[in-house]
């Protein structure tokens, strides 16, 4: 799965608005759009921010799914 959609089900799960989010990671909503829609991907520094928000590890923010 695309980090824009793991992005977008964390939100859904937690009931999180962009605007919110935006907010509370000091990020523009436009900048937070973009992630969504998959144009840009997100800094070390930022994912590591969204992964403690939402209590989870930068692994699954991207997609990891360990060796096949």
């Not at 695309?2 to 907010?23: H, P, W, Y």
């Amino acid at each position: 799965m695309q980090f824009g959609k793991i992005l977008q089900l964390l939100m859904a799960e937690n009931n999180v608005t962009l605007r919110q989010l935006s907010d509370d990671l000091h990020i523009s909503q436009s900048m937070l759009n973009n992630f969504i829609r998959c144009i840009w991907e997100p800094n070390f520094n930022t994912l590591k921010h969204m992964a403690a928000y939402f209590h989870v590890s930068t692994d699954y923010l991207i997609g990891y799914e360990g060796e096949s």
